[in-house]
Nanobody
């Protein structure tokens, strides 16, 4: 079992930046692939980014590539999502997730946080 708690969401103007954090507790953090997803009202949960256990490999959705960056600190049991050049269409609840493999499908992840709201105003 692993517990995930996100933080860092909020209201920001278009073009601004936010950094989301997800703190993990329970089983060893470094044994999990970590990912960020987001879900806007009325839409399905959408893959944002994922990072390998060591942090040596990352993948980002095309919609955020060049603007968002996922990273992790295994000593601090934390995964981050740095979000720059935010757009109104980035508005959503952002979730971190832990699982065994890098995947863009939510069902491949076993553990989820409660989510943090990100709102980007135009």
């Amino acid at each position: 079992q692993v517990q995930l708690v996100e933080s860092g969401g909020g209201l920001v103007q278009a073009g601004g930046s936010l950094r989301l954090s997800c703190a993990a507790s329970g089983r060893p953090f470094s044994t999990y692939v970590m990912a960020w997803f987001r879900q806007a009202p009325g839409k399905e949960r959408e893959f944002v980014a994922a990072i390998t256990r060591s942090g040596g490999g990352t993948t980002h959705a095309d919609s955020v590539k060049g603007r968002f960056s996922i990273s992790r600190d295994n000593d601090k049991n934390t995964v981050y999502l740095q979000m720059n050049s935010l757009k109104p269409e980035d508005t959503a609840v952002y979730y971190c997730a832990a699982g065994p493999v890098v995947a863009e499908t939510p069902t491949r992840y076993n553990y989820w946080g409660q989510g943090t709201q990100v709102t980007v105003s135009s």
